[in-house]
């Protein structure tokens, strides 16, 4: 086969323009005819590089390259042999100068895999060649070659001393560079223009990549450390005047000049992040910058900083300056900085914080023109890590004490000023920022009691009005600001606090959709508040009304993050609204999940699935409601593919709900119990631990249709694929309980006993830990409580019988659980009383006397375990009782401080240590006895004993006899023992 130039251009053409996705289709199949044609590569390349072809096509060659080299550069000799990696590299460098800026970042993905694989072994020259062109004349082949360079730098961008080849790389690239790259920043810097400033950026950012984890030792000099800083604050401080600024807020932040400026920006805080403090394996060159950074340039970048933020701060577009406020909350928390921070905070707050935080125009703008995107922008996680309002929100909180309040008092009052201030000279969008700031305080101000105190003439005052604010982000804000103080007490006018209840409640149907939104967001923590609890409880239909109805315009994971509370704060009431409710909630999940990925929406599917989980445990009073909503969420539940597999665990968590409170089984279970036996055979390898629930569940319910429909058919699939084919210690674990849930609840499964026992032993022989060879053995202890004679059958047909009763009795002494101690003694008795001594085989006859005192010693293990178990719960519940009271005591129940909380815990962890020497928790695991409950919990070991071994008497009197003549007299006396605990325990009964 082969291609010309043409076929190559029109092919690549069909794979963007073409309407039908099976001509686009049949494109991608011929682009891949042609990579096995030698030279193909090398024709993307050339058409990269023509410029006079469509844009469009050397755009997509260019992609099909990138794609070439990342999978075939270092491992395809036919495709990229030496001829045309030389071409390549040859080229490359002139390409990246000539070529569409568009065109120019994915050549550039190509020069970094390119650069992974051959530099510098292969590619000695590479540096030196950028070099060359760096010291042109020319601006697009100097901005071109920058490119370059940024490429190679950030390959070594997270190097440090671990990596001494890397980073020897790293200092001869600097070493070769930087001069050069200095000289080249100052003559930039004097230039006013566009391009200059777009080659500062690049300029900054390799300094950045060059610099990010180590100072290089080529810097190790003050002065040269010196010309960058100060070139650097030189380049902040410089005013814009280049003309030609644009208008719209993302235009403005990709700007050349305000990117440098960000640029830095967040250069200075990541210095303050990593040089901020003296690591134990720096080299020389960091050492030295450490020193420098600390004792000379933090207190001149803090005057400089503020200098800047003061001149820029208002005009600045949007997160520009972030860097800068992140490097002060860097400076609140070392003494040498904190103390030139401290004396400024009157000033910091009045110029720059306080300004910033003030709502904007273009905020405005956004709120009313585009509300949802408001919306998103304020919720991103992604957003509020770079959000600068936020970052100078932390600096406020970060100059206050958090045990003596200091600082506290100067920014309430300074509010109280602001917001006095507006009463006679309106300013909405300062007075959106001061309540903003007073929201944010309020974790503190409600720890400090006078503060508290005063907070009710403040809400009353400053807040409250605004609630009914004509201005729809100033009536956004107050409400915001309300349900951060909800639990302030209003001893004065308590009937403003309800009145105040009733307008959040009211503003749910607004018609502003921020408002709607915040609305919602305030009564997760209104409802908490003992006097507005029973306000909104007659409203509770209305308000779960609004917030599904809310879930459909906008998607916010917090909305339903708060309907889980209103779930949870009433959940005496949803029994009435369940079903609505869950409709609701999966309706909104099945949308969320359509159509492309989006994060966004994924996160708010997976917060509909919780509230659900939510609202059914509400309902455990009210079992028959699960049957109610049993069609609502099966056929989601039944809906499962690996699409959903981020959801899979939330499914089960349901299916759990569904499966545990009925009394009996909804019909379709059956059918979601088989489909997702099949997901786990192709897909769902890792949810067996969960799977495990509401299979025992479906099993210990419905045993008799579990086996009678041939579903035991797909669990015995699963045990026997994990046992044979999962390798890990979890899985097979997993496996080990999920056939002991069938053999402690099925009858009629003799033919199984083989297959169970065949898959089991084989496994324990292994180099296996003590946990797992418990699990297996208890398989076939297992398969003897449930009928001896197969059991026996089976490790006699196999040669087992000694093997497994050594591994047995050698495993006992390990036991931890009282399952496990209870479990054996249940199968002893199997084996010695509940069989004819003739269908034991010989060598465990023979040891019918032995076995018995095994059998007695159990029951004196187990309970001792019960009585120490006993004493130790009441010890440790009365010791968490004192902490939760002496917890309760120090915070008040509001959100506590971390020194107070840590001190607490620390107490806490003395007394488990002081209680672990008292008794190893580990002998006895306690743990794992709680969250694991069987049918065997029913029987009483001591009774199941006595039962079987007094009927043996009247089975095989001779036999029983020669037992009870040879017991040694201390078992004797403990039988003795036994039978009286049997008679208290039969009065109860009785």
Request: aromatic share 12%; net charge negative.
């Amino acid at each position: 086969m082969s291609f010309t130039r043409d076929q190559v251009e029109n092919t690549l053409l069909v794979t963007f323009t073409a309407a039908s996705q099976q001509h686009r289709d049949q494109a991608e199949e011929q682009l891949q005819q042609f990579q096995l044609v030698p030279g193909f590569a090398r024709a993307l390349f050339t058409l990269v590089n023509d410029d006079a072809t469509n844009n469009g096509i050397r755009q997509a060659a260019a992609i099909y390259f990138k794609n070439l080299t990342r999978r075939h550069w270092a491992t395809d000799p036919r495709m990229f042999d030496a001829e045309t990696k030389f071409f390549v590299k040859e080229s490359i460098l002139n390409t990246m100068c000539k070529i569409p800026t568009l065109i120019r970042k994915t050549v550039g993905l190509s020069l970094f895999h390119i650069v992974d694989n051959d530099f510098p072994q292969e590619w000695p020259n590479l540096i030196d060649s950028i070099m060359a062109l760096i010291s042109t004349q020319d601006i697009q082949i100097v901005y071109g070659a920058l490119h370059a360079l940024r490429i190679v730098v950030k390959r070594y961008e997270w190097v440090g001393s671990r990596s001494p080849e890397k980073r020897d790389i790293l200092y001869k690239i600097v070493q070769t560079t930087f001069p050069r790259l200095l000289d080249l920043y100052k003559a930039l810097l004097k230039e006013n223009s566009l391009e200059a400033m777009q080659m500062i950026v690049i300029i900054i950012k390799i300094f950045k990549s060059c610099t990010s984890n180590l100072w290089p030792d080529p810097l190790n000099d003050r002065d040269v450390i010196y010309s960058w800083i100060t070139i650097l604050v030189t380049t902040l401080e410089r005013p814009i005047s280049i003309a030609g600024e644009p208008e719209l807020l993302n235009e403005r932040l990709m700007w050349g000049p305000w990117l440098a400026k960000k640029t830095i920006s967040s250069l200075f805080e990541h210095f303050f992040g990593r040089y901020g403090k003296l690591r134990k394996e720096e080299n020389d060159g960091s050492k030295l910058f450490v020193q420098i950074f600390h004792s000379e340039l933090i207190p001149k970048l803090l005057e400089s900083i503020s200098n800047i933020l003061v001149q820029f701060g208002k005009t600045a577009p949007g997160n520009t300056f972030s860097g800068l406020i992140n490097f002060l909350n860097h400076a609140t928390f070392y003494p040498e900085s904190w103390a030139i921070l401290k004396p400024n905070i009157p000033a910091y707050f009045e110029h720059i914080l306080f300004p910033i935080i003030c709502f904007k125009q273009e905020d405005e703008e956004n709120f009313e023109t585009d509300p949802q995107e408001f919306l998103r922008a304020q919720f991103d996680i992604i957003s509020e890590f770079r959000d600068i309002r936020i970052a100078c929100i932390d600096l406020i909180i970060n100059t206050i004490d958090s045990k003596t309040g200091e600082n506290l008092m100067f920014y309430v009052n300074a509010l109280n000023e602001l917001l006095t201030s507006f009463q006679t000279a309106p300013n909405p969008y300062a007075k959106e920022g001061a309540l903003r700031i007073l929201g944010k305080l309020s974790r503190l101000i409600r720890k400090n009691e006078m503060l508290s105190s005063q907070m009710e003439s403040v809400l009353i005052n400053f807040v409250i009005p605004e609630l009914t604010s004509p201005i729809n982000y100033l009536r956004t804000r107050a409400i915001w600001t309300f349900s951060r103080y909800a639990k302030i007490n209003f001893v004065q006018y308590p009937q403003m606090y309800c009145n105040s209840v009733e307008v959040v409640l009211n503003s749910l149907s607004d018609q502003s959709l921020p408002v709607r939104v915040h609305s919602a967001l305030a009564l997760k923590g209104i409802v908490n508040s003992d006097i507005a609890k029973p306000l909104i409880e007659p409203y509770i239909g209305v308000v779960i009304e609004s917030f599904l109805s809310l879930m459909n315009d906008i998607d916010i994971d917090r909305v339903i993050t708060s309907i889980e509370t209103i779930i949870d704060v009433y959940e005496n009431k949803m029994h009435d609204h369940a079903y609505t409710l869950t409709q609701g909630l999966i309706q909104r999940y099945n949308s969320l999940i359509q159509g492309d990925d989006d994060d966004n929406k994924a996160m708010v599917a997976l917060y509909c699935l919780k509230a659900i989980q939510t609202l059914l445990f509400c309902l455990t009073d009210h079992p028959e409601l699960y049957i109610m909503l049993e069609p609502v969420l099966t056929p989601t539940l039944l809906n499962i593919n690996t699409e959903i597999i981020d959801f899979f665990d939330e499914y089960i968590s349901i299916l759990t709900f569904l499966t545990y409170y009925p009394a009996n089984l909804p019909p379709r279970i059956w059918e979601i119990f088989d489909l997702y036996c099949e997901a786990f055979m192709l897909w769902a390898f890792d949810f067996l631990p969960e799977l495990l629930v509401p299979f025992d569940n479906i099993i210990s319910k419905a045993s008799e249709q579990f086996v009678r429909g041939g579903h035991i058919i797909k669990i015995m699939e699963i045990y026997q694929h994990v046992l044979v084919n999962d390798p890990t210690e979890t899985s097979a674990a997993e496996a080990a309980k999920l056939i002991e849930v069938v053999l402690l609840n099925c009858t009629g499964i003799d033919n199984m006993i083989d297959p169970i026992i065949a898959n089991a032993l084989p496994r324990v022989q292994g180099e296996i830990s003590d946990n797992l060879k418990i699990l297996l053995i208890n398989i076939v202890v297992n398969c003897f409580y449930y009928n001896p004679i197969p059991t026996f059958a089976t490790l006699e047909n196999r040669g087992w019988t000694d093997l497994f009763f050594n591994y047995w009795f050698g495993i006992m002494g390990a036991y931890t659980r009282k399952h496990d101690i209870k479990l054996s003694i249940l199968a002893l008795c199997s084996i010695l009383f509940k069989i004819p001594s003739s269908q034991i085989p010989n060598a465990i006859r023979s040891e019918m006397v032995s076995l018995t005192q095994k059998t007695i010693e159990l029951i004196f293990k187990f309970q001792d375990v019960d009585k120490i178990v006993a004493e130790q719960v009441a010890k440790r519940k009365k010791m968490e009782e004192e902490f939760d009271r002496k917890f309760e005591a120090k915070v008040h129940g509001d959100e506590d401080d971390l020194e107070e909380y840590n001190a607490l815990a620390s107490n806490a962890a003395e007394f488990y240590e002081d209680l672990e020497e008292d008794f190893n928790f580990e002998k006895f695991d306690l743990e794992k006895d709680n969250e694991f409950s069987s049918k065997i919990d029913e029987v009483d070991e001591v009774l199941f004993f006595l039962e079987a071994f007094t009927s043996y008497e009247n089975l095989e009197p001779q036999t029983y006899q020669q037992i009870v003549s040879a017991l040694p007299p201390a078992i004797v006396q403990s039988f003795e023992t036994i039978k009286v605990e049997g008679q208290n325990r039969m009065l109860p009964k009785q």
